[in-house]
């Protein structure tokens, strides 16, 4: 379970969070969407400390945290209960496919060399790459870069995988495969929060979707609540602008 109470964010005196409220089940798939400059991944951030929120409650499983007092070890405690997988992989170049897998599980983990490199080889089976052990990132396309991305995620049994706009650096062609390998992952009832601009893959995939404008939640709901009934103006605009009027099925066809 992970809630967050009251998370608030500025950059150089503008405020980017403004008391962010947020529960999310174990096992379930939160999508974030929103316009640039939302708070999107600010918040993602701020959820596992890679940004420290100036104000609020972080909670990760049992684990919870002030954010106003939180020790470095503290965050770094609630950091390895979470993974976070990048708009642009963060994949070592120096490194094949293999040990950039590795790698957390033995720095951070302390996992044995032998064992990290078991694991490691059944999430890159999981995702496709068991070919490409012994590639360096250079050797492979962007899709199966952030294959690997999210391979590395999986290796470190989170609580929680971050996904932050994970195709949005992906030629046109390889997004469905990166798609195709999250949707996957979410079958398997692994918790997961999404920020991305992919309608269709969070109508798809979402148990529950958020629309974020100007530093707060504007809405939440099923992906049928805010993609066929939204209640709020802003969600509105934004859907309309992102994928037209047709986007839209009439108000009274709910699914039951």
């Known amino acids: 379970m992970i809630i967050l109470k009251d998370i608030k964010k500025s950059f150089n005196k503008s405020q980017v969070l403004r008391g962010i409220n947020l529960k999310i089940n174990r096992g379930e798939v939160v999508t974030i969407l929103g316009p640039s400059g939302s708070g999107k991944t600010t918040l993602l951030r701020c959820l596992n400390f ?44 120096h490194k094949t496919v293999v040990e950039n897998v590795m790698e957390g599980l033995v720095v951070a983990k302390k996992v044995k060399k032998k064992d990290a490199r078991m694991i490691s080889e059944k999430v890159l089976e999981k995702v496709g790459l068991s070919d ?5 990132p250079s050797q492979l396309s962007g899709g199966q870069q952030q294959r690997v991305g999210i391979a590395r995620a999986l290796a470190l049994n989170p609580e929680v995988i971050l ?22 992952i979410a079958q398997e009832g692994i918790t997961m929060v999404v920020v991305t601009h992919e309608m269709s893959f969070a109508k798809e995939v979402s148990d529950r979707v958020l629309f974020m404008d100007g530093g707060v939640i504007v809405e939440e709901g099923t992906p049928w609540e805010i993609f066929h009934a939204p209640k709020e103006e802003r969600t509105r605009r934004f859907l309309q602008r992102i994928s037209g009027e ?11």
């Open 50 to 93: 890679l940004e420290r929120p100036e104000a609020g409650i972080v909670q990760i499983g049992n684990i919870q945290l002030n954010a106003k007092n939180a020790t470095k070890k503290d965050m770094l405690s609630v950091r390895k209960q979470s993974a976070m997988v990048f708009q642009h992989y963060n994949l070592f170049a």
């Open 132 to 136: 490409k052990l012994h590639f360096y």
């Open 163 to 184: 996904f932050d706009e994970p195709t949005s650096a992906l030629d046109p062609e390889l997004v469905g495969e990166v798609l195709s390998v999250i949707k996957e």
């Open 246 to 256: 047709s986007f839209f099925a009439p108000l009274k066809e709910q699914v039951n």
